[in-house]
């Protein structure tokens, strides 16, 4: 009679079969990703290749500071997961809305850029190939971070009115897979238009 070890018993019991809701955004993620790729390489292709201005360096300032609100939710996200996991849900409330307002900062970085851009520079989708792939590029990982945030919001009215409750928090780990993904998508886009680009 052969005997199993129990290490391999341990190992066995520890590991799982990941939810369907983790392998519907690893899948979504895994397709938005192929689309950023895309809207990069177009970005990388065209750089320095207008006829007029304004160009990248002239116009663009670097945003440090709405970076950092960005990059900076993806920890308190972390924190909002935790804690809920658990059942804390006073510290789920603070670590989410925190990590909602510092999306919501970011978003109005991009919004008073681009106003700038439009209204200042004069930089639109059809002044030139930097227009046309500076928008494409940052305007779908803008979208991307509406997106987000809708559904964020929506987690916070649930956590809010007391409907949003332990037993979800794999719900939430899957929402906040997708926030990680947009933050580190904009550490591409970050480096791609800021630094390379300019």
């Given amino acids: ?17 990941p939810t369907k809701g983790v392998v519907a955004m690893a899948s979504l993620i895994t397709g938005e990703s192929a689309i950023f790729t895309i809207f990069v390489v177009a970005y990388l292709y065209y750089i320095g290749r207008d006829v007029a201005g304004p160009t990248p360096k002239q116009v663009l300032e670097v945003p440090y500071f709405y970076s950092v609100c960005l990059l900076s939710s993806s920890f308190f996200i972390w924190l909002a997961e935790h804690a809920i996991e ?26 008073v850029e681009w106003h700038k851009l439009i209204t200042v520079d004069h930089l639109t989708v059809g002044t030139n190939l930097f227009g ?42 899957v929402l906040a897979l997708y926030w990680h993904f947009v933050d580190a998508v904009w550490v591409v886009v970050f480096t791609v238009v800021y630094v390379v680009g300019r």
Avoid: D, Q
């Fill in 132 to 173: 046309t792939t500076y928008y494409s590029l940052v305007g779908l990982h803008a979208t991307h971070v509406v997106i987000g945030l809708l559904m964020m919001l929506l987690v916070t009215v649930f956590a809010f009115t007391r409907k949003l409750l332990p037993a979800h928090a794999e719900r939430v780990k």
């Fill in 86 to 111: 658990h059942g804390k849900m006073a510290a789920f409330r603070l670590w989410w809305s925190i990590t909602v307002l510092l999306g919501l900062i970011f978003l109005y970085g991009t919004a």
């Fill in 1 to 17: 009679m052969s005997t199993v070890p129990l290490e391999h018993i341990e190992n066995e019991a520890a590991w799982r079969l």
